[in-house]
């Protein structure tokens, strides 16, 4: 199908794009990547009568930004950009191995970090990583700047804190120190498919291997990013043995509270979560013998 | 309903040729290379970014024609299905579709194509995992896949051969 009728506007200026969203703000949309909203104008599953495209907007919005202790990512940066970023994967490589489970290079061609944080859809794999990281969300309007922590950003199944006539600016995170390792894991029928169930975990480990304190985060298994509070205390002082890792596997089963769908039981995405948490910390393991070796 | 009476002047490069155009707002940009330039290689299937058909180079970029929009295009230099024969003969990467079978109906294979154009630019596949991961995003509902593979290879060989 085709997009119902909307009047398209490229604003230049950040300035003149929050004017538009302030005077149009019910009726209008950011349109950033596209790869979520113009299907669903395609389908008409949204009709607008404004369409604000970002894509023109200046003002280095479209490069990551590295500083020593955080980086910052703006809302035209691509998905595919950070993929191919060697420097990108050395200080963010939970983002990095997220993002090839993330549809196809063709949609991450377009498609931008924000866009996806945005449009929030429960199954999607860099909600939970910026979970996982801590993220800071920065989010501009006319009227000023606000930052959200990620427990504040994600509201529930395809929304967010965002209110209409806000644009999310820039996500930034944390460099994770010595000692801090990360991983994701997920499963999909098909590669490049949403995620029937995702883990991502940082995991800070002492000399002696102990955790010193993880946080540990689940898609697809709840209407927004879900943090597994119960595995992250399990975990914490423990050694990433055996053991642990089984204790943890159930504790995550028995942690989340999925939905059956077309794609997937319940009961299937509960196993399934506990054994990507499982995997998830066995690698944050190997990461460090192998960091150590 | 408001929308721009007048529509948008865009620029943009074609196959090589820079085209002046004027647009409506909503017009997608497959569209715009189908119903406005008649360059009905690109094809329609699902119109919402899974089949991978409506695939074109935008700016050396593999993407969903579907999901952008005409006027976004203005100043991009834009890649279709006919611009990949050279002399009105096919090249490398479609004879060896050609010779594995990697095509029945046929819907499928502009966008094919032009995804495997973008990874073949990028550097070598190489094996066959590889290979079916640049196939995943797009759907053939002929062919099984086998004979897609094989061209895809075949042509990453290929392209070894000449590079060397
Ligand atoms: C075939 C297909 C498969 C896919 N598979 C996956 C997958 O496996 N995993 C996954 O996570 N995603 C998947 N996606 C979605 C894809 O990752 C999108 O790119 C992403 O969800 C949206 O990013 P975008 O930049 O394209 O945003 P858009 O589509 O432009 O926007 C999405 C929504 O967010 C809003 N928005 C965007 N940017 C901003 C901003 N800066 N400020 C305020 N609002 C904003 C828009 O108004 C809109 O409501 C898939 C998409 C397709 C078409
Ligand atoms: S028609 Fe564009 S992806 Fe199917
Ligand atoms: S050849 Fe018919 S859909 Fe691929």
Redesign the interface.
């Known amino acids: 199908m085709k997009p119902g009728r909307f009047a398209y506007h490229a604003p230049r200026e950040l300035d003149e794009a929050l004017a538009l969203l302030k005077e149009h703000g019910d009726e209008a949309k950011v349109l950033a990547g596209g790869q979520s909203l113009m299907p669903m104008l395609n389908f008409r599953l949204a009709q607008i009568e404004h369409l604000i495209d970002i894509n023109r907007l200046g003002g280095g919005l479209d490069a990551p930004r590295l500083d020593a202790g955080r980086i910052v990512i703006p809302a035209l940066v691509r998905q595919r950009q950070v993929e191919r970023s060697a420097e990108m994967a050395r200080a963010l490589p939970l983002l990095t191995s997220a993002l090839k489970d993330v549809a196809h290079p063709q949609i991450r061609n377009r498609g931008t970090i924000c866009g996806s944080l945005a449009h929030a859809d429960p199954a999607a794999e860099l909600p939970s990583v910026m979970t996982a990281l801590d993220a800071t969300f920065t989010i501009a309007s006319a009227d000023g700047v606000r930052t959200l922590g990620a427990a504040d950003f994600f509201l529930f199944h395809l929304t967010t804190a965002l209110e209409p006539e806000e644009i999310l600016l820039e996500v930034a995170v944390d460099r994770l120190p010595d000692g801090t390792y990360s991983a994701f894991q997920e499963f999909a029928t098909r590669h490049g498919d949403f995620a029937l169930a995702a883990v991502a975990v940082t995991c800070g480990l002492d000399d002696a291997g102990a955790v010193t304190g993880c946080r540990v985060v689940a898609a697809g298994v709840a209407p927004t990013p879900q943090r597994l509070t119960a595995v992250e205390e399990l975990a914490t002082g423990r050694r990433l043995d055996e053991a642990l890792l089984g204790e943890v596997a159930a504790a995550a089963r028995d942690e989340v509270d999925p939905t059956s769908d077309i794609h997937a039981s319940a009961m299937y995405r509960k196993r399934l979560t506990g054994v990507l948490v499982k995997r998830a910390l066995a690698d944050v393991g190997t990461q460090q013998e192998a960091a150590h070796a | 309903?408001?929308?721009?009476r007048d529509g948008?002047r865009i620029s943009v490069t074609v196959n090589g040729t820079v085209r002046e155009e004027m647009v409506d707002?909503?017009l997608?940009l497959a569209?715009f290379l189908r119903e406005r330039l008649r360059l009905t290689g690109t094809h329609l299937g699902c119109?919402?970014?899974v089949c991978?058909a409506c695939?074109v180079l935008?700016d050396g970029?593999?993407?969903?024609s579907?999901?952008?929009?005409a006027?976004?295009s203005d100043g991009a230099r834009i890649e279709t299905v006919e611009s990949l024969a050279e002399d009105g003969r096919l090249n490398t990467l479609q004879e060896a579709f050609k010779r594995n079978h990697a095509l029945q109906c046929g819907f499928c294979t502009s966008g094919f194509l032009m995804?495997v154009t973008?990874?073949l630019r990028e550097g070598p596949i190489g094996d066959e995992q590889r290979a079916r991961?640049v196939l995943?995003?797009n759907i053939c509902r002929c062919t099984g896949y086998t004979g897609l593979v094989k061209a895809v290879l075949e042509a990453d060989a290929e392209r070894k051969d000449t590079a060397r």
Not at chain 2, 61 to 64: E, G, K, L, Q, S
């Open positions: 309903m408001p929308e721009n948008h707002d909503r997608t569209d119109e919402h970014g991978g695939t935008v970029d593999a993407v969903r579907c999901l952008m929009l006027v976004q995804s973008a990874a991961e995943s995003g």
